[in-house]
Nanobody
């Protein structure tokens, strides 16, 4: 098992930037990949970005070019730099770890509807408003 702890987030005006992080503990070197999901009130969970074990990344189309996902090689902390934020980016952002993230797109329906992940963070609020 791996435990995930998110940090960062907060409120920002449209066009602004935020950075959120996810620090794993426990089975840090386990056979899984890590990614970010978000959920807005009344909306379904969306996959946003993932980092694969070879360092490659995968983004949802609606964040491509605005968000950057990265992972520390030493402590495996996952980060998401979010730029050019809009009100549509408002929601709870969750960090996840699972082997399934390694083999399908982060936007795959199988991930957005997956009931359980090997690791799932407590979520962190991101609010974009003027």
């Amino acid at each position: 098992q791996v435990q995930l702890a998110e940090s960062g987030g907060g409120s920002v005006q449209p066009g602004g930037s935020l950075n959120i992080s996810c620090t794993p503990s426990g089975d840090v070197e386990g056979p899984y990949c890590m990614g970010w999901f978000r959920q807005a009130p009344g909306k379904k969970r969306q996959g946003i970005a993932a980092v694969y074990r070879n360092g490659n990344t995968n983004y949802a189309e609606f964040v491509e070019g605005r968000f950057t996902v990265s992972q520390d090689n030493v402590d495996k902390t996952l980060r998401l730099q979010m730029n050019k934020l809009s009100p549509e980016d408002t929601g709870m952002y969750y960090c996840a770890a699972d082997a399934a993230i390694c083999v399908v797109s982060i936007t795959a329906r199988s991930l957005s509807t997956k009931a359980r992940f090997t690791g799932w963070g407590q979520g962190i609020q991101v609010t974009v408003s003027s």
